[in-house]
């Protein structure tokens, strides 16, 4: 049974790990790769990666990606949006905080902002507006 647009969007807006997808070229299946995501209901979708990154490449090429997210406990729902990319952009100090804030325990946050700071280089910000839906409870 798929989701009302207000249950659809509170289910995105919790911190799953999202799959996204992104077309990988004319014979290809696309490229589909796990990754954390921000969701606020109404607003856009936007996700972290490297600005030189083969999804970040791909994105760049194609000029839209989809985002699925599923749970299976206490039932099997799932929330799929694809939609144009709105932006791409540094992506600041406070949006990284908050997007780690989301994933991680709060004793976690500043070794892995020191981390990433180190070892994982600089990062992106692209937004999505997400356009189309796809939904279900299968509970």
């Given at each position: 049974m798929p989701?009302?647009?207000?249950?659809?969007?509170a289910f995105l807006a919790e911190p799953h790990i999202g799959a996204l997808s992104v077309s990988?070229?004319?014979?290809?299946?696309?490229l589909?790769?796990?990754?954390?995501?921000?969701y606020i209901p109404g607003g856009e979708l936007w996700v972290l990666t490297g600005p030189e990154s083969a999804k970040m490449r791909r994105?760049?090429?194609?000029?839209?990606?989809?985002?699925?997210?599923?749970r299976v406990q206490p039932t099997v729902r799932y929330v799929s949006v694809e939609g144009p990319v709105t932006g791409i952009g540094p992506v600041s100090d406070s949006r990284h905080r908050e997007m780690?804030?989301?994933?991680?325990p709060a004793e976690q946050v500043e070794g892995y902002l020191a981390y990433?700071?180190?070892?994982?280089g600089e990062h992106v910000m692209v937004s999505m507006?997400?356009?189309?839906?796809?939904s279900g409870d299968l509970g």
């Open positions: 989701l009302t647009p207000e249950d659809r969007q990988a070229g004319p014979d290809r299946g696309p589909t790769v796990p990754i954390w995501y921000q994105i760049r090429a194609a000029g839209r990606f989809s985002l699925m997210v599923e780690v804030e989301r994933y991680l990433a700071a180190a070892e994982l507006h997400p356009q189309r839906w796809l």
